[in-house]
DNA sequence: CGCAGCTTTGAGAATCCTCAACTATTGTGG
DNA sequence: CCACAATAGTTGAGGATTCTCAAAGCTGCG
């Protein structure tokens, strides 16, 4: 039997504590994969949805659209992430979830979660809990942006991108896969294309990191850390004493 | 009898529907109002706090910590904003809860948050939507970060504080306080203090505001909201036809 | 009155953007 | 398998925005 949402169920635990019951009724919920390329918007502006994104392959975005069309990457998902798990809550969208990659995700519909969030408590408690780290890395990404330079954000990137991908069982913190074109970086990192191409030959001629195409190698992670002022807490991987 | 939560019941109205039960249940709440100075930490990184503050008077922000010391504002929060709703859910913080003016407010325990979310269905939602709004906000702002210069962002941060002045009841969307120093505002812009001064000259110099002191007047609100590239629809203050 | 905090102004330097071209890689149809 | 197009990455030069450092005027308060 297929479990759509073990993967979330997984990362869920990273900062709930669930019951076999709970983690029992999560992965009961049924919900259809389809696959789409790279630019599919999986979510647009003003759509009112039923169901929430679950990634399962490829990397997703949120991002803010703005009256001429164009738009800014706000936040990134990785399989296993819910990428909108706040439209339970808010179903009209004023934001685009769009597909960086070619990915597959799982559509998981409203009502089964809705469910579960009134019969289970710790349930309701793990997801409403899942929005807030969301909102918390959004947090973050703000004073990134505001007191760093290019550098340092791309620095912090890198650092927050590893972290998630390892949480997430996708490979280490020095070592993973980073998929997206430079293009899609400047979206995000908000510089533009061309500046982007420098900062990573800057951090690539100090000897910290390492590129080829895509594969990412951070060479020194203490020094990368230090530049971006990382400081992983805000991600709340370590729940080490945490409430039910 | 006072009604601590009285303010945040009408916000939590403008976008969710409450039974008079449900409204009944949330004005009965009671909590401490204490009233703080200016700069005073209401929540430290680290804290592990048992109550969400309601910002009863004066402006209060939420801004992320790093290593050294300093700080960025990331959101700010008027009259009748939970501040740190999100701790219900998260009760251990990785930023700091702060004000920027003196100011009164509640701590609404999270035991009497909680036990409404267990037992009032709706006012889970109204909560959770609360929150998501809140992202909402941090998303939009991410993005104007990353694709405007000062001046239009500048723009962005007036034409939001007047829309959310104006719910709150506190001014319209052309005439507010902004009770702010031009250090603060730096903070939150992600500029210097002296580029903020020469941000707010360029905007009066183009007859667009009018500011003594901090009092803010827009002369011309199509052409600010132009400048910004303001889009009010992620405030979600225009919610008719939205789902319980 | 005098201090402390806030605002305003100036000049030179750093970061980043714009425009423009050129190379490398990937994909497509013949 | 090649020719060609489309996408992605790289490099250069000049210009715009913003920063840094520095100093001078304001405002409010004890």
Request: glycine share 4%; net charge neutral.
């Amino acid at each position: 039997m297929v479990r759509p949402l073990s993967r979330f169920v997984q990362r869920l635990e990273l900062r709930n504590i669930l019951s076999d019951e709970d983690r029992d009724a999560l992965l009961a919920i049924d919900a259809n994969r389809s696959q789409k390329p790279a630019r599919w918007d999986l979510v647009r502006p003003g759509d009112e949805v039923d169901y929430a994104c679950l990634v399962d392959q490829g990397i997703v975005a949120r991002a803010e659209q703005f009256a001429d069309g164009r738009r800014n990457t706000t936040v990134i998902y990785v399989p296993g992430d819910m990428a909108d798990l706040h439209s339970v809550a808010l179903p009209r969208a004023a934001w685009a979830i769009t597909a960086l990659t070619d990915c597959a995700v799982y559509k998981v519909p409203h009502v089964s979660l809705k469910r579960l969030f009134r019969d289970h408590p710790a349930i309701a408690t793990a997801l409403w809990r899942d929005t807030v780290v969301d909102a918390s890395i959004l947090s973050k990404w703000v004073s990134v942006l505001s007191r760093h330079t290019a550098d340092r954000r791309l620095a912090h990137l890198l650092c927050e991108y590893g972290y998630r991908m390892a949480a997430a069982g996708l490979g280490r913190r020095e070592d993973f896969d980073l998929p997206l074109t430079q293009a899609q970086l400047a979206e995000l990192l908000g510089v533009t294309e061309v500046h982007v191409q420098r900062t990573f030959r800057t951090l690539r001629d100090k000897g910290i990191i390492e590129g080829e195409r895509r594969t990412i190698r951070i060479l020194d992670l203490g020094k990368l850390e230090r530049i971006a002022e990382f400081d992983a807490r805000y991600l709340m991987l370590d729940m080490s004493g945490h409430h039910p």
